[in-house]
T-cell receptor, first 114, second 115 residues
Framework: AQSVAQPEDQVNVAEGNPLTVKCTYS??????LFWYVQYPNRGLQFLLK??????LVKGSYGFEAEFNKSQTSFHLKKPSALVSDSALYFC????????????FGSGTKLNVKP | DTEVTQTPKHLVMGMTNKKSLKCEQH?????MYWYKQKAKKPPELMFV???????INESVPSRFSPECPNSSLLNLHLHALQPEDSALYLC??????????????FGSGTRLTVV
């Protein structure tokens, strides 16, 4: 079975501080992991993905994510948060053996305060 | 063109109405999807079309009827909906195949309110 978990419903951080949004996964086989961001009343926008290779993945808008196989985690990070980063963030795993099916985490609301 | 376009952006309909949601992409993607998203919840897969054929129906009630008339268009026909069907309906597209790096491109969604 494929699944991802986002243990925090909400993360609050001050502008300029580093941020982390957590994601853990449970997959059979190789994990194909993605992060998406959603602004109010908008669709999901792709941020970054891990397929293979370097455990540190860099994505859009200064975000990066660290793949940790031993901890089965794929946490999203940014060194310095912006107020405009406030949004809903979803971690997702793509089913490697059944193409085109994604499993989304429950989402984490990121609030960046000035 | 790297977008998925959904129309209308907002829709209010009565429980006896018939309406349709439209989705269009010109990226050459041959897989298209409908998702339903309730507030502050993750998207839930409804339907998957691959090469214009219905590949997945996630046990969606028959009051939702998808249609894929060609490789660029995806429709969702709505009839006799219930208030609990009010949600953001998202369309997405992707390439077809087992390559693991194929991600989705999402549209901005249609905010549906059933009264």
């Amino acid at each position: 079975a494929q699944s991802v978990a986002q243990p925090e419903d909400q993360v609050n951080v001050a502008e300029g501080n580093p941020l982390t949004v957590k994601c853990t996964y449970s997959v059979s086989g190789n994990p194909y992991l993605f992060w998406y961001v959603q602004y109010p009343n908008r669709g999901l926008q792709f941020l970054l993905k891990y397929i293979t290779g370097d455990n540190l993945v860099k994505g859009s808008y200064g975000f990066e994510a660290e793949f940790n196989k031993s901890q089965t985690s794929f946490h999203l990070k940014k060194p310095s948060a912006l107020v405009s980063d406030s949004a809903l963030y979803f971690c997702a795993v793509r089913h490697a053996s059944y193409f085109n099916k994604f499993y989304f985490g429950s989402g984490t609301k990121l609030n960046v305060k000035p | 063109d790297t977008e998925v376009t959904q129309t209308p952006k907002h829709l209010v309909m009565g429980m006896t109405n018939k309406k349709s949601l439209k989705c269009e992409q010109h990226m050459g993607h041959r897989a298209m999807y409908w998702y339903k998203q309730k507030a502050k919840k993750p998207p839930e897969l409804m339907f998957v079309y691959s090469y214009e054929k219905l590949s997945i129906n996630e046990s969606v009630p028959s009051r939702f009827s998808p249609e894929c008339p060609n490789s660029s268009l995806l429709n969702l026909h709505l009839h006799a909906l219930q208030p609990e069907d009010s949600a953001l309906y998202l369309c997405a597209s992707s390439q077809v195949g087992r390559a693991p790096n194929y991600g989705y491109t999402f549209g901005s969604g249609t905010r549906l309110t059933v009264v």
